[in-house]
Structure formats: structure tokens, C-alpha cells
């Protein structure tokens, strides 16, 4: 079975910096990794490959330099790398930004899973993954933690959830987005790491998806970021001391003065 | 300082440096406290491919040499010297195979070693033979002939001590006496498989230092191994360990000098954080001067490691002298500057809530095993003496 692995390239920081003007993240001068969340997903992909044969396809849409978080997932276990990069694709939202992978996942084809992280650490929507399975119209199962089975056909999975987990049985092909919880991503190799670095990676453009121009970039996006702001912190609470009756008292009247 | 490694070298130590940072630092104190033998750290570095970086590439190694491996044993040391021995002495044991073995045992045993599915020890060291390897008890008592079934087979009886590795490998290389009255020319050096009959391990031995590692007795009871099973030929035993050791005292050399890398990372760190009267220890010239020579012991002792090590790969007739130069250098340096590391950081150092302490004890086994340190003098020194023997 084919798998697609679709990753992202982020700041290596939790602390990146946002341009006032553009409201968009300022990447120069910063470390650049394989999200996270992504890695998990790389090595699930891996470890189905390892089960079940066929082989992995790492995607990407980003600026060239995409193309190292693309090698690392090859020195990580994946077969190939798609680097789908494009001027036109630039202010992308997550609509967009999905279309356009999804796009990009049909002219790969032949796939049996496509696995995603749960989310990005720089944007942290959750929405690209959830996008493609909408866009290519096909069954998708979030936040999964663990595999229970599959095959060519169909899926067992457990979906996390604040209270547990579900059991999610899915036709394929379909999508999941993983967490943390369903593996520990390997340490790549050394053979990996030399296979990376002279892979072919395969760079396409908005041309070579057959992507409806209007539906790309900025102009593709239906939603616009107005501000990224730090909350101000909670002050802390007031803290009335005194006998029962006193302390009752006192926060009767503060509360009078309260809208109630 | 800039050791021009190449491309693929500094792949390895970029990756070893990961792994000892990210799943062995973690880790080193708890396994040196219980005293367990690592297995799930030897896991993640047969995944990432280590164990066959110093092996050929038709055994399915990656073709790098004994640089490569002192590369990756000097950065896994740097988090915890008994964990890179786990892995150094599967390089050990499998260095007679490569050296003096057939290509049929190359091919059998050299793949499984390289994978890391299996890890190798190198059996030399009795009760009574240390330092005088010559003093081998252990025999090997040939039965039949080339006409017997698989060529006939070797009776081996004996006791191995303080064998590095044992109960936790599969492939073990022995040094046994198949001819008592020809001395060092009658001892032969043979490949046992773990589980082979006859064959147990002793209790584990408690120690000072590099207490992950497993150091245990290896038992031969009429333990029957095929003759196919000889290294090189009988009566070749000896020359066969003495080359191994020359190749990889180097390895000895990498642990010591990252053990000492190790320790003197932590203190340095504390001694830029501790403050006395008023100020940073390190605004002090006593503890400067400290650094100072600690910082330059260690990398003189780097490039004379990594100088013999590119000799031995060069394939070089005669290393003894240099092999031997580098792990007694290295190794002395290791226990200075780990003894050094503890008095930097004061009673935190010899604290065991803090790791400088386990890199003093772990570093003091490298001025013993793989030769004491003395045999290492008479080694250079006899060379020297040849050599301008040979010059008048």
C-alpha cells in the first residue's frame, strides 16, 4: 500500500517572532525543522510501509528551501519527496493551503492512507489535514493514537478524545492526523541520510497540479489573520481574610458592586 | 578544533552526538545505578545504522574505517563511557573476523554484527593471564580430521574472566591454547556462538565504573565448536589478538577522551553559574588556568587519537607503538581531567545527584583494560629501542 505523508517545514522555536504589518510569521534568521507533530507522522507512515509494503511520498508546499524538511523525512524512512513550491501559492490560509496539497496528492495517486500531524507548531490550526480528506473526498479520522489494524480495504483506529479514545473503523483510502501518543519517532540512519541526500526530489508548480488559479494564494483565501496577540495574563485573585461573618460581608458588598 | 573529517564522518558524529544527547544523557545515571545492560540504547544505534560503520561494505557495513568508529565511541562516551562500551566491544570482538578471518566467516558473521541484530565480545583475559596473555589455561583439543563430518570440531575448556559484553552477545572470539608446549605459537582464536553447548556465563561482576556495562565470566565446559570455526590457523591466535588490540586500543583512546569532553562540559557550565564572593568561579584565575589546561589536555589527546586511528586506516604495517601511545595518553589525560572536572565543581562534583562524578569512576577502567597502562610504556618502549637500534 501506497502512503502519503504530508509535513511542514516551521521556526526550530516556540518562540517566533510575528511581522506587525503582514501579521505573518518572520522566518529569517531562524532554525527551520520538520514540524513536530509531523514527525510522528513520518515515522507511522514508516512503520505501515514496514507492515504492509509499497512506499512512502513525503509532501510538501512551501519556499524552497522546503526541500531539506523533505530530505530529513527521506533520511527518516520515506521513499520520496514532493515539494510543491510556487510564487502563486504565497499567503496561502489553510483553505488554500489544503486545496492546493490536495492537488498535488492526486497527481501522486495511488495511495491506500495519507498521514498527517495533528497540527502545525507555528500556526497551530489543526485545519490542513481535516482540508485535504474535504478536498479530495474521503474519509478522515483525527487526533488517531494508535492503529489497531488494517488492511487493504479498511481501518481500525482509536481516535483520542478529552474523555478517552473512540474506535473508528474507515474504508480507505482515507486520512489521519496523529498525535503524539501513537509512537516514538526512530533516530534517522546513516544509510537514510546518505540516501536523502541524493535523492530526487520532485519540484512541482502551480502549473504542474492543475490547480485552479483563483482558488491559490492570497487570493484563494477565504479567511484573513486581523491581529496575532499576545493575551494579557490573568492578574490573580483578591483574597479576603478576616472571620466568617466579616469575610461573608465584605464580599457581599463587592459583589453588589459587581455587575450581577 | 578542525580535524578535516569528511563527509561522511561528520554525518556519524553529528548523529552519535544526537543520540547521546537526546536518548543516552537521560538515561546514564539510572542505568549506572541499576546496573542493567542498555539494550533499548544498542537498539536505536543498530537502527541508525552505527554498528557497521567500521565494516565493509559487501558485509554490509557503510565502508568507513576505525576513525569513523572512534568518532562515534568519543561522542556516545561524552553522555556515558559504559553505554559507548556496549558498542565499542562489539567492535572488539568483531575486529579478529575482519582481521585474520576466512571470507566464508566474514560473510556469515560480519552482516549481523554490522546490523547490530547482534552484538559481538572478544574472550582473551583469564584469572591467571592478564597482562601475560601467554599464560593462557584455556584449551581447544582438535577431534577428527578434513574427513570427519563439517571438517571435524575443537573440544574448548577454560575460563575467560572480565569478558565485556558476555551473556549479552551472540558471537564471541576466543583465544584458547590448541598446542600448550609452543607457547604463544600454540594459542588458537576461535568463533563461539551463544548457546552453543558447553558454553556458560558467570555472575555479573560489580565495579567501580561503567557499571551498564556487562562484565562476566564465559565458561567452557567440552563446549564443542565446529572446526570450521577457526580463525585463520591453528597456532595463529596470538598474532591475531595482538593485531586486534593494536586496532582497537585507538577506540579506548575515543572513549577516554569523550568521557573527558563529557565531564568537562558539566563543570565548565556549573563554573560560569557558581558564584563566589561576588562573582562567577570562572572570573578566577586558580579555576581559569584549570580550564585552561583541562580544555587543551583533552584535544592534544584528540588529535593523537584521531592521528593513529587515520594511520591504522591507511593500512599501516606497524601501530603498535602508535596505538599503544594514544590509549595511554588518552587514558591518563581521561583520569586528570575527570578528577579535575570534580574538584571544579567542589562538593557538587563528588555529589552523585551530579554526572561528573560517574565520568572519574568510569574513566579510571581505560588506564587498565585493553592492556594496563604499563604494558602500554613497555610496548612504546621497546619500540623505541628497536627503532634506534635499527637506526645505528
Known amino acids: 500500500m501506497n502512503i502519503i505523508v504530508c509535513i511542514k517545514q516551521v521556526p526550530n522555536t516556540t518562540d517566533v517572532k510575528i511581522d506587525p504589518a503582514t501579521n505573518t510569521l518572520v522566518r529569517d534568521g531562524v532554525e527551520s525543522v520538520i514540524n513536530p507533530f509531523d514527525a510522528y507522522a513520518i515515522e507511522e507512515a514508516v512503520r505501515l510501509k514496514e507492515k504492509l509494503g509499497g512506499k512512502v511520498t513525503a509532501v510538501t508546499m512551501g519556499p524552497p528551501q522546503a526541500e531539506k524538511a523533505l530530505r530529513d523525512a527521506i533520511a527518516l524512512g520515506c521513499d520520496e519527496g514532493v515539494l510543491v513550491s510556487d510564487r502563486k501559492f504565497a499567503g496561502s490560509d489553510t483553505w488554500a493551503t489544503s486545496y492546493t496539497l490536495s492537488a498535488a496528492i492526486e497527481k501522486i495517486g495511488d495511495y491506500g492512507v495519507i498521514v498527517c500531524g495533528k497540527q502545525a507548531s507555528d500556526g497551530d490550526t489543526a485545519q490542513v489535514g481535516p482540508g485535504i480528506s474535504a478536498h479530495l473526498d474521503i474519509p478522515q479520522v483525527t487526533y488517531v493514537r494508535k492503529i489497531r489494524g488494517i488492511n487493504e480495504k479498511t481501518a481500525v483506529v482509536e481516535r483520542m478524545t478529552e474523555e478517552g479514545f473512540d474506535v473508528v473503523e474507515t474504508p480507505l483510502p482515507c486520512l489521519f492526523t496523529v498525535v503524539k501518543e501513537i509512537n516514538t519517532p526512530r533516530m534517522p540512519s546513516i544509510k537514510g541520510m546518505m540516501r536523502a541526500k541524493s535523492a530526487k526530489i520532485s519540484k512541482w508548480t502551480a502549473a504542474d497540479i492543475d490547480a485552479e488559479p483563483a482558488a491559490l494564494g492570497l487570493d484563494g483565501s477565504p479567511t484573513r489573520v486581523v491581529k496575532i496577540f499576545t493575551p494579557e495574563p490573568r492578574k490573580g485573585g483578591e483574597i479576603i481574610s478576616g472571620s466568617a461573618g466579616d469575610v461573608a460581608k465584605e464580599l457581599a458588598e463587592l459583589l453588589k458592586g459587581e455587575v450581577v | ?392
Not at chain 2, 15 to 35: G, H, N
Not at chain 2, 257 to 275: C, E, I, K, P, S
Open chain 2, 1 to 392: 578544533m578542525d580535524y578535516f573529517l569528511n563527509e561522511q564522518q561528520i554525518m556519524v558524529r553529528d548523529l552519535a552526538r544526537r543520540i547521546a544527547r537526546e536518548k543516552i544523557a537521560p538515561v546514564a545515571a539510572q542505568y549506572d545505578e541499576s546496573e542493567e545492560f542498555a539494550w533499548p540504547i544498542m537498539k536505536v544505534l543498530a537502527e541508525s545504522d552505527l554498528f557497521g560503520i567500521y565494516i565493509p561494505e559487501q558485509y554490509g557495513g557503510l565502508g568507513g574505517g576505525i576513525l569513523d568508529m572512534c568518532v562515534v565511541t568519543e561522542e556516545l562516551s561524552r553522555a556515558c563511557g559504559a553505554i559507548a562500551l556496549g558498542y565499542a566491544s562489539s567492535a572488539l570482538g568483531a575486529l579478529p573476523i575482519m582481521i585474520s578471518g576466512s571470507e566464508e566467516q566474514k560473510k556469515k558473521y560480519l552482516p549481523e554484527i554490522a546490523s547490530g541484530r547482534k552484538l559481538a565480545a572478544f574472550c582473551l583475559t583469564e584469572a591467571g593471564a592478564g597482562s601475560d596473555a601467554t599464560a593462557i589455561q584455556t584449551t581447544a583439543r582438535k577431534e577428527g580430521d578434513s574427513s570427519s563430518p563439517g571438517g571435524g570440531k575443537y573440544i574448548l575448556n577454560g575460563t575467560k574472566q572480565w569478558i565485556t559484553n558476555a551473556g549479552e552477545a551472540e558471537i564471541y572470539t576466543v583465544i584458547a591454547m590448541t598446542d600448550k608446549k609452543k607457547g604463544v605459537r600454540g594459542a588458537s582464536a576461535f568463533i563461539v556462538e551463544k548457546g552453543t553447548k558447553g558454553m556458560e556465563f558467570g555472575k555479573k561482576e560489580k565495579k567501580m565504573g561503567i557499571r551498564a556495562s556487562a562484565t562476566r565470566e564465559v565458561i567452557f565446559t567440552d563446549c564443542e565448536v565446529p572446526a570450521a570455526n577457526l580463525i585463520s590457523r591453528e597456532g595463529m591466535g596470538f598474532i591475531a589478538a595482538l593485531k586486534t588490540l593494536d586496532t582497537s586500543r585507538p577506540g579506548v583512546a575515543a572513549q577516554a577522551v569523550g568521557m573527558a569532553q563529557g565531564a568537562f562540559d558539566h563543570a565548565l557550565n556549573y563554573a560560569r553559574t557558581r558564584v563566589q564572593f561576588g562573582q562567577p568561579v570562572t572570573g578566577f584565575q586558580a579555576v581559569q588556568h584549570m580550564i585552561a589546561d583541562m580544555g587543551t589536555q583533552i584535544e592534544a589527546a584528540r588529535a593523537l587519537t584521531y592521528a593513529v586511528a587515520r594511520m591504522v586506516d591507511s593500512g599501516a604495517k606497524s601501530i603498535s607503538r602508535e596505538s599503544a601511545m594514544a590509549k595511554l595518553f588518552a587514558s591518563d589525560m581521561a583520569m586528570k581531567v575527570t578528577t579535575d572536572a570534580v574538584q571544579l565543581m567542589g562538593g557538587y562534583g563528588y555529589m552523585r545527584d551530579y554526572p561528573v562524578e560517574k565520568f572519574m569512576r568510569d574513566a579510571k577502567i581505560t588506564q587498565i583494560y585493553e592492556g594496563t597502562n604499563q604494558i602500554q610504556r613497555n610496548v612504546i618502549a621497546a619500540n623505541l629501542i628497536k627503532e634506534s637500534l635499527q637506526k645505528d
